[in-house]
């Protein structure tokens, strides 16, 4: 039993990644044919558009990255929900590889703002910066498969609440500074609510893997000081 369950996990896993990839890989291709042969019309902003045959290519892409990013929240929703219920099952923290930490990375796409800001106006990949909260992947695949006994239950509420209340700080604080819109360029403000709101919501997730973590630990560590 032990041995079949990565296999089914890697499985479970391999038709979002394999989408997600392809998915990629259309679009990138679309954005060349539409450069190469379509003047980059759908690649650049524009103030109208009319529709053209060699548009195809572009607005075909553009729907299945939409189909794709409605299949991957349902596969995460899933995923989330049958191990919430094999969570209650076991009584037992989910199975995770501490490696998904890794997916923090992506948090780093969110410099991409300041390029497409300067070039286009856009401000969406600052989004990315939310991302950097799966670095707390690592601290969870650590207490992968613990038991949760009444004092990790307890450590767990008691990271989450200060973890609420370090993203609800920061929140604040950029909520003080939408105020002040008068004394800054309105553009700059929605800018740093954007990226600021994305580093809040990854600060929040970071610490609360990173606080249970700690607690789970420094409590374990406490009976073999005394003892020592």
């Known amino acids: 039993m032990k041995t079949n369950q990565p296999r089914r996990t890697k499985r479970h896993w391999l038709p979002p990644i394999v989408l997600s990839v392809l998915c990629a890989a259309l679009t990138a291709a679309a954005a060349w044919y539409d450069l190469t042969y379509n003047g980059g019309k759908l690649v650049y902003p524009m103030n109208s558009y009319v529709f053209e045959p060699t548009d195809m290519p572009m607005l075909l892409a553009l729907v299945l990255d939409v189909l794709c990013g ?12 049958d191990q919430k219920r094999r969570s209650m099952k076991t009584n037992r923290t989910r199975r995770l590889s501490p490696k998904f930490g890794l997916l923090g990375l992506l948090g780093f796409l969110g410099f991409a703002g300041f390029w497409s800001y300067g070039a286009f106006g856009d401000m969406t990949p600052f989004v990315f910066f939310a991302f950097y ?5 690592f601290y969870e695949g650590k207490l992968s498969s613990t038991l949760m006994d009444e004092r990790f239950r307890e450590n767990a ?3 989450e609440l200060k973890a609420y209340r370090v993203g609800f700080a920061a929140i604040f604080l950029l909520l003080i500074l939408a105020g002040q819109a008068g004394r800054f360029h309105a553009g700059l403000v929605a800018l740093a609510l954007t990226a600021g709101i994305a580093l809040a919501v990854a600060l929040t ?11 789970d630990h420094d409590e374990a560590a406490e009976p073999e000081g005394e003892a020592g």
Do not use: C, D, H, T
């Open 70 to 81: 409605v299949y991957l929240v349902y596969a995460v929703i899933r995923a989330v929900s």
């Open 133 to 137: 909260g799966f670095f707390g992947f």
């Open 157 to 159: 509420a008691k990271a």
């Open 205 to 215: 997730m970071f610490l609360s893997e990173y606080l249970l973590y700690r607690y």
